[in-house]
């Protein structure tokens, strides 16, 4: 369902982009507004990983820096 609902926004995103580029700047309009959104979509599937891991400032923990942290997860992980 989850894929279903990505595919769904993505499609959307689209299809608004290609309408916009459409109605300013006709058929020409509507093929950059398609490139460009193509290029979106290809670079948020490949890259979404590291952007939520940028925008989050994630750092890795190891059991030095961490104990607590790290033991809690491995507990956890374990259930």
Aim: glycine share 12%; net charge positive.
């Amino acid at each position: 369902m989850q894929t279903l609902k990505v595919f769904a926004l993505m499609t959307g995103l689209t299809l608004l982009l290609v309408g916009t580029g459409s109605y300013f700047g006709g058929a020409n309009g509507a093929v950059i507004m398609f490139v460009f959104a193509a290029a979106m979509n290809l670079g948020s599937y490949w890259f979404s990983d590291r952007i939520v891991l940028r925008m989050y400032r994630a750092q890795i923990v190891d059991r030095v820096k961490e104990p607590d942290l790290y033991g809690m997860v491995e507990r956890l992980a374990g259930r």
